[in-house]
């Protein structure tokens, strides 16, 4: 990759906007459907945000809440709230009412930022929760101090008399959760620049540059292009959710926009190669096609490789709590080949160990769990010390000292050239449509339902890279008087969908009389997976 221009590094993230305002006022910071926002405005109407919410007590520390569908009045607010000393913690604005209020509740969060369309859920979630002010609602919308954003302009440009260390909390991203305990991913300014700073210098990222923001604000994917696109004083293109979904939309706007680099989920990229109109468009001036959060089909990799000749390919790898530590610029790929790409090898800086069952490395060419030492790591699961310590490993040096590595789970195999192929989860967590999910807390939600005597939660490749949650359930004898002989597969969806992201709702669920068992009496997930494998329709994908 090119070598972007020599950056001074910053030490908290408003100063990387800052730093792009007084550089270049004009050059356009975000867009959205041909809106734009200069750096300049952005400096200002952040700087409005975060005096509002001092005014109202948001100090150093205190979690405001992003609640709403994208925008560049969002993306303005995130900025305020960190601006103000605060974490911004977004919330995904399709999840049920139960999911939206835990957050709330566990972060503590009487400060929100939200949208007309929210509304209504705003109003019910006020009443539950102590809710004080929400931006982006128009006063008579909840029983909360309603601020609507032409009154929010208003308050002071001035910059707020705040002053931050990379020690202090930047945002709090939330795990999918259910009636289980979802884990909210701490990250302070000084890990999530020390992902930015590497991420904007490996890519070259430069201002010239319009990146898109396709991931929602709650999926980590977003970090990369949010604070890589700021530190490098670069254009954000935002993708609304709608376009995100509609491919034809999708490669549109990236023709509308001249993006030059795309950062997408696999699953994106698929659809926008095959439902995407690529024959009608015009995306020479894509330079950079950057990918994570799950595996790419190679053979769909190899084709839209060759459909955006001028463009290089670069895959991503890393769990939320650690941002990003591996990356791999995809060579070209054989055509007689399908076996999946590797993740790469570290960004500078970065360690890494594979260890086996025992903590005990293992040889370059064994599978082993994947480990990771890094500035960008996490600070902790959000009031989880527990969950917390279980993510990490402790090193002694030989100076006394400590190394502390994460545990991604992961399994790997290190090459003998330092790179790493990916092989598998270690655990129940999977990604489906990129969104990362825990199967366990899915089974909890299902298993919830009074005449549900067991459930049995399994993911299935679809055949485009990613994977389709499924579920079978016994119910219990007799149940609750008759009702048992009301409960259908649809209506224990149902009773899933008002616990769960939308993501994590499986596509279907099946009432069995029993569940397949391994030799030790468990659940025989393999056993499941295969029998669905055999079914034709599991490999056909839904939305």
Known sequence: ?????????????????????????????????GATLSYAELERRSSAVANLLRSRGVGRGDRVGLFAHKSIELLVAMHGAMKAGAAYV??????????????????EIRHLVSGRSKRNA?????????????????????????????????????????TLTGDDLAYIIFTSGSTGRPKGIIHTHRSALAYAEVAAATFGFVPDDRITNHAPLNFDLSTLELFGGAVAGATVAIVPEGHARLPASFSQLLEDERVTVINAVPFALVQLLHRGALDDRDLRAIRLVLFGGEVYPTRDLRTLMARLPHARFGNVYGPAEVNGCTYLIVPDLAADSDEPISIGGLYPGMEAMVVDEHDRPVAPGDIGELLIRSDAHMLGYWRQPLATERSRLRRTRPDGGEDVFYRTGDLVIEQSDGTYSFVGRGDRQIKTRGHRVELD???????SHP??????????PDGDGSQLIEAVVTLLAGGAGDAAADVDGQALLRHAAARL?????????RIVSSVPRTSTGKADRIALVEAAMRNTDTHTPTS
Do not use: F
């Open 1 to 33: 990759m090119t070598a972007p221009p020599h950056r001074e590094p910053v030490r908290v993230i408003p100063e990387a906007i800052t730093r792009a305002a007084t550089a270049a006022p004009d050059h356009a910071a975000v867009t959205m459907l």
């Open 122 to 162: 705003v109003a019910e979630l006020s009443t539950q929760v102590g809710l004080a002010t929400c931006l982006g609602l128009e006063p008579g919308d909840a029983p909360v101090e309603c601020v609507g954003w032409e009154e929010v302009w208003t308050s002071p440009h001035h910059d707020p008399d705040v």
């Open 501 to 509: 992201p939308k993501y994590a709702v499986p596509r279907q669920i």
């Open 451 to 460: 005449e549900v005597e067991q459930a049995v939660v399994y993911a299935v």
């Open 90 to 107: 977004p919330i995904n604005p399709d999840a049920p009412t139960g999911y939206v209020r835990h957050i709330l509740e566990d972060c």
């Open 441 to 447: 807390e899915i089974e909890t939600a299902i298993g």
